[in-house]
């Protein structure tokens, strides 16, 4: 009879530990994670077709792209407002190096700006109004010759 106590024992154990290693770790509060992407949409702009991610929400533009380790090549976020404004972009929490243009009414970028990744001080902005911003990789409207009065297509 104590064998099979013993035995039972032993097993109980067993599936204790067994239970215990097969738990998934638990995500460190302290450190967040990247946000899951969204579906992409296709902008065109010259002859360059881009994918992009789409903040339309306050809650999406307000996360933007932060926590990201990288931003595949051709890919970005557009931001999208209801209305015409003047909205600041930063950097907080962003750790790629970003360039952004501003998009008015008529799909045409009224101003390209370089953006300096995780920091919390600098605002970035045009001096007139735009509806949307668009966010690349650093270099990228640049590197394919794209300039301030060019047409942005696609844009929901």
């Not at 064998?3 to 302290?30: A, E, H, M």
Request: net charge positive.
């Amino acid at each position: 009879m104590k064998k099979f106590f013993y035995v039972l024992f032993l097993i109980i154990i067993s599936v204790g530990i067994f239970l215990i290693f097969k738990r998934p770790p638990k995500p460190s509060p302290s450190e967040p994670t990247a946000p899951k992407t969204e579906p992409k949409i296709t902008l065109r702009i010259k002859n360059k077709e881009i994918q992009v991610e789409l903040a339309d929400t306050p809650e999406k533009r307000a996360l933007g792209l932060m926590f990201r380790q990288n931003l595949e090549e051709n890919s970005g976020m557009l931001f999208v407002f209801e209305c015409e404004g003047i909205y600041p972009f930063w950097m907080k929490n962003t750790r790629i190096p970003l360039s952004i243009a501003f998009i008015d009414k008529n799909n045409m970028i009224i101003d390209i700006l370089e953006m300096v990744p995780n920091q919390e001080v600098i605002r970035y902005s045009p001096s007139i109004p735009f509806i949307a911003a668009l966010e690349m990789n650093r270099g990228w409207f640049l590197q394919n010759g794209i300039n301030i009065g060019d047409t942005v297509y696609g844009i929901p």
